[in-house]
């Protein structure tokens, strides 16, 4: 696994690649690609990712140990969706976050989009499923403090993030159809896709209100055990 030893070399990756590089990837692909060279895209978006995730730590014993507890969080989201009609993933990725770090956030929810799409069909959108989940567990991870503190408040950054989701995904939507933004097209996105964001909205809040203590449980014991 790489090590960066800079610590503003790390702090420059932490900002530049989850709020400039990917989302920068992911939109100008959508203009710029076509459908048959989205891979590209999505596997960009895959090495972004994990090196996001190099810059979240200092000693490389402790980062191999983060990849593996990552590796087995993203695996459960691969497997989860296959539950129908509600998924478990963003919440899954955000019990990550809470107790890895928004690194391993963004890791876990990057590559369980574009690992399932090899399963569920690759395309256009896995890009964007990739910066939205991973944005999903970075900012999980920035605000974990006040999330582990408050039940109530996790829920709501469930509902919330579901919510945003859709939004970003819909973003898609609208460079698929028009191969360019149009603000009123996008507002009648949002729109159509109102039971589609309800349910991704639900989801996370019924997850996180199932699996957030257990699995919290578990993942604390593990830091605790083997220094993560």
């Not at 090495?47 to 000693?59: D, P, Q, R, T, Y």
Request: one cysteine or more; a positive charge; charged letters at 15%.
């Amino acid at each position: 696994m790489l090590l960066i030893k800079s610590k503003r070399l790390r702090d420059t990756i932490r900002v530049v690649v989850p709020f400039i590089a990917v989302p920068l990837i992911t939109v100008l692909g959508a203009l710029a690609f076509d459908e048959k060279k989205h891979i590209i895209i999505a596997l960009a978006v895959a090495v972004s990712a994990l090196l996001l995730f190099a810059a979240g730590f200092e000693k490389k014993s402790t980062g191999t140990r983060r990849m593996v507890i990552a590796a087995v969080m993203t695996a459960l989201c691969f497997a989860g969706r296959f539950i129908p009609i509600l998924k478990p993933i963003a919440a899954l990725t955000i019990i990550t976050a809470l107790y890895l770090g928004g690194e391993a956030g963004f890791l876990v929810g990057a590559m369980s989009a574009i690992l399932s799409n090899f399963y569920f069909g690759q395309g256009p959108w896995t890009a964007f499923q990739m910066l939205a989940w991973g944005l999903i567990g970075l900012f999980a991870g920035i605000f974990s403090e006040k999330l582990l503190k408050s039940r109530a408040l996790l829920l709501i950054y469930g509902a919330a993030t579901g919510i945003a989701y859709s939004f970003i995904m819909d973003i898609w939507t609208v460079l698929w159809y028009n191969r360019g933004f149009d603000i009123k097209l996008y507002l009648a996105a949002l729109v159509s896709a109102v039971p589609y964001t309800l349910s991704y909205a639900v989801s996370n809040v019924l997850f996180l209100y199932l699996l957030a203590k257990p699995f919290g449980e578990k993942l604390s014991r593990i830091k605790t055990k083997y220094g993560v």
